[in-house]
């Protein structure tokens, strides 16, 4: 019987700089795909994996994440008072119990790796979920309910795998394959941003992880990696090393990179086709510039 995973951190340390001037005084968490920040498809994909307990890594000028889980009594109060019953029931969605959530801070962005180690006495001696609320995954069954499913049949350490093209695979920890038994895959090692052409394989890990307490330990080394950072992908691969299993998962459903102004941009395109009340209008407006573009060509 495996431990059971009750656990996910959220790393959201990060200067989150490719959206700036915005992350100036905006987190990039809460940036909104339609009307929904990030952090909350994160919390939703959390909660329907059976977490109980949801970790965030802050930092400064993070303040408006904490708000945004917190209740907010005026507002409602004003809401029931004009019978929004709707717009009640989606404020339901973003509130926390109390001690459900904990924030602990990350003093310097050092890495994910690092940010992920800020956590370990809130984790103690259990396996763990990462969570990366940049990586946007949609699809019929939640990714991280996946990665549970086969967590509980290899256990291990079990990462999140998406097949990139060759030129991509430099952006990525990518996985040295052992064994490929189609949607999980065993691994003998991992490479954390290979250089080009010396990626080992095309299964990139993205950012969700179900990881032992053997990757803390190897975070307490603190050793920098790729991009003079603390690297997690070093973690995981190091666990190996002491004899641990790392499994990666080809998830099914689309990833967005909503890290990155052009993934984040198709999300926001591909969620607000999803909604009933805004595809016809979005469609059109679509169409029209695809005509318009084909009608000059
Ligand atoms: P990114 O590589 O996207 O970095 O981090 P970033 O700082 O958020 O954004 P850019 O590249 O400057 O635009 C991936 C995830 O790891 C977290 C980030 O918050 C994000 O969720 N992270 C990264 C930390 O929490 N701390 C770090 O030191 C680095």
């Given at each position: ?22 992350t ?17 498809y ?35 109060q004003e ?11 989606i ?9 459900e ?14 940010a992920v ?31 549970v ?12 795998a ?9 952006a ?41 307490p053997?990757?803390l ?7 920098t990696g790729?991009?003079?950072?603390i690297q997690?992908?070093?973690?995981i ?14 998830f ?14 198709q ?16 469609w ?14």
């Amino acid at each position: 019987m495996r431990n059971k995973l009750t656990k996910a951190i959220f790393p959201v340390a990060g200067l989150g700089t490719r959206f700036l001037p915005a992350t100036k005084s905006v987190p990039k968490e809460i940036m909104t795909l339609v009307d929904r920040p990030l952090v909350q498809y994160a919390i939703d994909e959390a909660r329907a994996a059976g977490i109980k307990e949801f970790i965030f890594v802050t930092s400064r000028g993070k303040g408006a994440l904490e708000d945004y889980f917190d209740h907010a009594p005026q507002l409602e109060q004003e809401l029931r008072k004009k019978g929004k019953d709707d717009l009640l029931e989606i404020l339901k969605s973003t509130n926390m119990d109390s001690g459900e959530i904990a924030y602990t801070r990350q003093n310097k962005a050092l890495g994910l790796g690092h940010a992920v180690w800020c956590a370990r006495r809130l984790i103690g001696n259990e396996p763990f979920a990462v969570i990366l609320p940049d990586d946007v995954i949609c699809g019929d069954k939640p990714c991280l309910a996946q990665m549970v499913e086969a967590y509980n049949e290899t256990g291990g350490n079990v990462v999140a795998a998406m097949e990139v093209p060759a030129d991509k695979a430099s952006a990525y920890g990518v996985l040295d394959i052992k064994e490929d038994r189609g949607k999980i895959v065993s691994t003998k090692g991992m490479v954390e941003k290979p250089a080009f052409g010396e990626a080992p394989s095309n299964l990139a890990v993205i950012g969700r992880y179900i990881l032992t307490p053997t990757v803390l330990k190897m975070l307490n080394q603190k050793k920098t990696g790729a991009g003079g950072e603390i690297q997690l992908t070093d973690a995981i691969d190091a666990a190996r090393d002491k004899g641990e299993e790392v499994y990666g998962v080809r998830f099914e459903g689309q990833r967005f990179d909503c890290g990155s102004k052009a993934g984040f941009l198709q999300a926001t395109v591909a969620f607000a086709l999803e909604r009933e009340e805004l595809r016809d209008e979005l469609w059109g407006y679509i169409s029209g510039l695809v005509n318009t573009a084909k009608a000059a060509e």
